[in-house]
């Protein structure tokens, strides 16, 4: 099981269910329908439930994965597509990201947005941790992209070719996918 990404947002002002209609549809044609549920793109809260200790109205119905320092496993350009639609659609509103796993969400800002563009530059869907490299091949570690049970494999993106981690930290072909 992985983490999902969770996006909250408040939009600052009323929205009619018209308004909310329309605007699910604009979110939709402008992102793409792959990352959202089918039904609708995001719901609208309780007014009684304080989510993860936020002030949030709406919720996003995403299928993506969390994409964050730790844990480069959703596409983060997605993600920060659908964030800055909010940000510039709702400009009084505010938005809210992190993980399912119940832990307190992050208050967007400039900076968060920045750190986090920053960061997918840098080590884009490759894990941060442990340098998310493995035996050398071709000179250098392989890329780990493969996780199977306690197994990890990786890609040489020199020679082209797919590895398992042997438990001694040696390389066993795979197939690819
Ligand atoms: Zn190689």
Redesign the pocket.
């Known amino acids: 099981m992985g983490v999902d990404c969770e996006i909250l947002f408040s939009t600052g002002r009323e929205l009619s269910e018209q308004d909310e209609k329309i605007l699910a549809w604009r979110l939709v044609e402008a992102v793409g329908r792959r990352f959202f549920y089918p039904e609708r793109p995001f719901h609208r809260l309780h007014s009684s439930s304080e989510m993860y200790g936020t002030t949030a109205t709406h919720e996003i119905n995403s299928l993506e994965r969390f994409y964050g320092e730790g844990y480069e496993r959703g596409h983060w350009p997605d993600i920060a597509a659908v964030i800055t639609w909010l940000r510039l659609n709702f400009p009084n509103g505010q938005v809210w990201y992190g993980g399912d796993t119940g832990e307190a969400l992050t208050l967007i800002t400039d900076q968060f947005m920045s750190e986090t563009w920053k960061h997918w530059a840098e080590h884009g869907g490759v894990p941060y941790r442990d340098n998310g490299r493995g035996p050398n ?2 000179g250098a570690g ?1 890329f780990i992209n493969a996780w199977h049970g306690n197994r990890r494999g990786g890609y ?1 993106p ?2 082209a ?1 797919n590895y398992w981690i042997t438990p001694g930290n040696g390389l066993e072909p795979r197939d690819s996918n």
């Open positions: 091949c071709c392989i040489c020199v020679c070719k």
